[in-house]
T-cell receptor, first 114, second 115 residues
Framework: GAVVSQHPSRVICKSGTSVKIECRSL??????MFWYRQFPKQSLMLMAT?????????EQGVEKDKFLINHASLTLSTLTVTSAHPEDSSFYIC??????????FGPGTRLTVL | AQKVTQAQTEISVVEKEDVTLDCVYE???????LFWYKQPPSGELVFLIR??????QNEISGRYSWNFQKSTSSFNFTITASQVVDSAVYFC????????????FGKGTRLHILP
């Protein structure tokens, strides 16, 4: 089956620094990838849709200047949390859209901002 | 508007009991997908099933079964003879074609299987 990886799996950073999370589709090409955020004991909330070669589409309430998304190739999308603060601490999950409109989810990245 | 409601926040059952997780959805689209995912403590989402709106047949996969009722907009999930390894958070989700494949998740049901 299709595999999506995320790197890093865990990251701890100081407040004010930027953190980059990578999402890769390992055995298929994905024109579209999605980024979700999940706070503890809550559901997954879609943050943005990442489209290869074009600007990401952000959901209402998500700051595009804070959460920078780059989808530079058909197998890689990156999410950069700029000037991270403790309230950005969360579990970030990406997914990649497969050939038959199935979403394949990555294993998630746990971000802790001190 | 699209919405997925999982009214059961948390359920505890003793091992070997059967348990049903409820899911009710709302959508204006006639064409949509429904999903169930399992999220164990590790956090990784495990895909369980995708069902399209045209297929109302119930599905059985081992100890898992799903009951799709369009008339009541429900897509319930039953685990038969539950096991401790079934303990996890289970999410029901909806994706309809008008939202460019975006998935809307319910709030999840935390299932505890007690030994």
């Amino acid at each position: 089956g299709a595999v999506v990886s995320q790197h890093p799996s865990r990251v701890i950073c100081k407040s004010g620094t930027s953190v980059k999370i990578e999402c890769r589709s390992l055995d298929f090409q994905a024109t579209t990838m999605f980024w979700y955020r999940q706070f503890p004991k809550q559901s997954l909330m879609l943050m943005a849709t990442s489209n290869e070669g074009s600007k990401a589409t952000y959901e209402q309430g998500v700051e595009k200047d804070k959460f920078l998304i780059n989808h530079a190739s058909l197998t890689l999308s990156t999410l950069t949390v700029t000037s991270a603060h403790p309230e950005d601490s969360s579990f970030y999950i990406c997914s990649a859209l497969g050939e038959y409109n199935e979403q394949f989810f990555g294993p998630g990245t746990r971000l802790t901002v001190l | 508007a699209q919405k997925v409601t999982q009214a059961q926040t948390e359920i505890s059952v003793v091992e070997k009991e059967d348990v049903t997780l409820d899911c009710v959805y709302e959508t204006r689209d006639t064409t949509y997908y429904l999903f169930w995912y399992k999220q164990p403590p590790s956090g990784e989402l495990v895909f369980l099933i995708r069902r399209n709106s045209f297929d109302e047949q119930n599905e059985i996969s081992g100890r898992y079964s799903w009951n799709f009722q369009k008339s009541t907009s429900s897509f319930n999930f039953t685990i038969t003879a539950s096991q401790v390894v079934d303990s996890a958070v289970y999410f029901c989700a909806l994706s309809d074609f008008s939202r460019d494949d975006k998935i809307i998740f319910g709030k999840g049901t935390r299932l505890h299987i007690l030994p």
